[in-house]
């Protein structure tokens, strides 16, 4: 956030009148500028995994496919939306400034975050966690054997923090070594320097990519810290962030029922009242969010159920390789849990 | 009376002023509208908020992540004060052996130093720095660590050396060294008296506390007591010294250049040697006209060793920015960062200037 030397560069976000908070009545400012322009504004930033043009330009990921589904879920069209990659500085600005109608670019939920600025955050899509790379070599299996270890991590907001905070909490003693650049992290853990590299575990995945031989290295499964990313949406909208709660939520749904992308079409003569009116094959559980009937089934044809998009974009099948962890459905002792289409 | 062009020059001056003034509060108001339309406020109250972060280099000044902010800044003070002093004199060694040494007779010599010189001179340093860092890995790991001597550790993880564990009659021993040895020439007959009491002292450090060698051991991951000098600080110190002393060698083969042909004619009619010649007639007399250009090198190094961050060196500038990151203080850190800075160029700029007025009272200049 604009703080710093960018200040110039800040006010021309100020502004708040600009907002799209002068509402006409009952209807939501956000959705009837999305439906005039005939797309969405999606902002997210650049990520192996979450969003990167193919050599086709064409965007693709995680947060990618997640923006694609509210594009579905108003236009039936997964490529009517515009992609907005945003720094970390950026993002917030770019979304107060009315560029963008929503963010889906990893951002974590924080008290401090959702206090002091002005906007709302949706429903969390991914449950991340500051977590550890370590070489195969160096048989470390859990966090708790790093004691004493020289641990490289890239200067951050909060990675020193965490890092610190588990220590304490553990009673373990490490050297840090602080570096700017996250490729001199690797490189000190390449050479040995480094026992360990801490970061966010999409981001471990990623960094786990980038050195020589992958093979060697494994990402620990504990977690140290709390990383909760969820859609950001502007205040002063209600029946926008109703629209993106519901939509992020759909896929979660989905993977619950056993709806995916190849048997969609199948459910359409099912009889399980539930899944009847999650689908929209009978009225009623979205009526209010003013979008086609059957936009959740739109949504899986299109894009996919939750597992679809993950196993896409970050599952064992792609380079990154993540578990699928506490994004597990709930019912396989996972955290996700879509409250009901009802 | 005034001229037309003297009262254009108040004009402009004036101008130049006021446009100055405007863009500073343009920026300060934009700052503050800014700053509370975020909820932000500006203050060092933050200082004594505790750290919650660890640094890796921390010397004798002992840090832990429950210590105030303020402490972390002055560890990252030390660090940058201990590198520039370090990386300040080596410079200056290393700089004047190679300057001597590219005025020397052997055309190989000459030529061999002159390539180095050109090499490291025309290399941006940032890239000198993460080489140097790369190279430091390739270091054996702290199980197969080089041990030339006992208790000393050669590793990817530093120069680990024995500590010495000084009890408080080891610190009164040196002291009654020190004075003893002062004393010597005052004592005249009774000079005796020195050796005794260093004697004394040392028998009755010994006798109370043993000063305790603690050698290191490799515990876990890396080697547990001693002192370790961490790879970083090599690879930092080794970057700033070799760029810094390319530049100074060509000042000191400028500032030789300079003295007049005569001198040294004179000194070889006077039947000095070489070396001597060098020693006695031409250095002293380049010195006063290098001291100012070292004093700019010292500055410039001082600066450049903020590049530290990028191979994780904890200087100033790095905690700075983890202070400022984790506590939303941007600007109060970037304030601090400017002012320490700035002190400490003034500092050495001011100390080099009075030992530069010094050697101007004393002597003969150029010319």
Not at chain 1, 267 to 284: H, M, N, V, Y
Not at chain 2, 230 to 235: C, F, K, Q, R
Not at chain 2, 241 to 257: C, D, P, T, Y
Not at chain 2, 313 to 334: C, K, R, W, Y
């Amino acid at each position: 956030m604009c703080v710093g030397l960018g200040i110039a560069a800040c006010t021309t976000e100020s502004a708040p009148g600009a907002s799209p908070n002068e509402s006409n009545g009952g209807a939501t400012p956000t959705l009837s500028a999305v439906r005039a322009r005939g797309a969405v504004k999606c902002g997210i930033t650049e990520g192996a995994g979450f969003a990167t043009p193919d050599d086709a330009g064409r965007w693709r990921g995680f947060d990618v496919d997640f923006c694609r589904a509210i594009a579905v879920a108003l236009f039936n069209d997964p490529d009517k939306v515009q992609f907005i990659p945003y720094t970390q500085e950026q993002r917030f600005s770019g979304l107060q400034s009315g560029e963008v109608d929503l963010l889906a670019n990893g951002t974590t939920i924080t008290s401090s975050r959702a206090l002091r600025q002005s906007f709302h955050f949706g429903p969390i899509y991914f449950y991340d966690g500051q977590g550890f790379l370590v070489a195969k070599s160096s048989k470390v299996t859990r966090a708790s054997q790093l004691d004493g270890a020289t641990i490289c991590v890239q200067q951050g907001t909060t990675t020193e923090l965490n890092l610190t905070d588990f220590a304490r909490r553990n009673k373990i003693t490490f050297h840090p070594v602080v570096m700017e650049d996250l490729r001199a992290a690797v490189s000190a853990l390449a050479g040995g320097r480094c026992d360990a590299i801490s970061q966010d575990g999409a981001g471990l995945a990623t960094t786990r990519t980038m050195l020589q031989r992958p093979g060697d290295y494994v990402v620990l499964p504990d977690r140290i810290s709390k990383e909760p990313i969820a859609a950001v949406v502007r205040t002063g909208d209600d029946a926008w962030l109703e629209i993106v709660n519901w939509v992020f939520r759909a896929p979660v749904q989905a993977e619950e029922y056993g709806i995916d992308q190849h048997n969609a079409a199948q459910f359409a003569e099912t009889t399980d009242p539930s899944i009847r009116r999650f689908l929209g094959l009978e009225p009623g559980a979205t009526d209010g969010l003013g979008l086609d009937p059957q936009w959740t089934l739109h949504v899986i044809e299109k894009v996919g159920n939750y597992k679809d998009i993950f196993d896409r974009n970050l599952g064992p099948a792609t380079p990154l390789g993540i578990d699928r962890g506490l994004n597990k459905l709930w019912t396989d002792g996972g955290l996700l849990y879509s409250p009901p289409f009802r | 009376m005034r001229s037309a062009a003297d009262r254009r020059a108040v004009l402009l001056q004036g101008l130049g002023l006021g446009v100055t003034a405007a863009v500073v509060w343009w920026l300060a108001r934009n700052t503050s509208v800014s700053l509370a339309q975020r909820g932000l406020t500006l203050g060092f109250a933050f200082l004594r908020h505790p750290a919650n972060f660890e640094i890796g280099d921390t010397w004798w000044l002992s840090f832990s992540p429950a210590d105030s902010i303020g402490r972390a800044i002055v560890v990252g003070l030390f660090n940058t004060a201990l590198v520039s002093a370090l990386g300040c004199v080596l410079a200056i060694a290393v700089g004047f052996v190679a300057g001597i040494l590219r005025l020397s007779p052997n055309p190989a010599l000459r030529g061999l130093v002159r390539a180095a010189v050109e090499i490291v001179r025309n290399t941006p340093l940032l890239l000198l720095l993460l080489f140097l860092a790369a190279s430091l890995h390739a270091l054996p790991p702290p199980k197969q660590a080089l041990s030339p001597v006992r208790g000393v550790f050669l590793s990817d993880r530093g120069l680990v050396l024995p500590a010495v564990a000084i009890g408080r009659w080891t610190i009164v021993f040196v002291l009654a060294a020190v004075v003893a040895l002062t004393l010597r020439r005052r004592l005249g007959t009774r000079w005796w008296i020195a050796p005794a009491a260093c004697a004394a002292a040392a028998f009755v450090s010994a006798l109370v506390r043993p000063p305790a060698i603690a050698t290191a051991q490799l515990e876990g991951f890396n080697f547990v007591g001693g002192v370790t000098l961490s790879p970083e600080l090599a690879a930092l110190l080794a970057a700033l010294v070799l760029h810094q002393s390319a530049h100074i060698s060509e000042v000191v083969r400028g500032a030789v250049l300079a003295v007049p042909r005569g001198q040294r004619d004179a000194a070889g009619a006077l039947g000095m040697s070489r070396w001597q010649t060098l020693r006695l007639v031409v250095i002293p007399v380049a010195l006063r006209a290098m001291v100012p250009l070292l004093a700019t090198n010292c500055v410039s190094l001082i600066k450049n060793s903020s590049l530290a961050v990028a191979i994780g060196f904890p200087d100033l500038v790095s905690i700075l920015n983890t202070a400022g990151n984790q506590t939303g203080h941007s600007i109060e850190t970037m304030l601090i960062m400017i002012v320490v800075y700035l002190s400490l160029s003034l500092l050495v700029a001011s100390a080099l200037g009075r030992y530069n007025a010094h050697l101007l009272r004393s002597g003969t200049a150029i010319s």
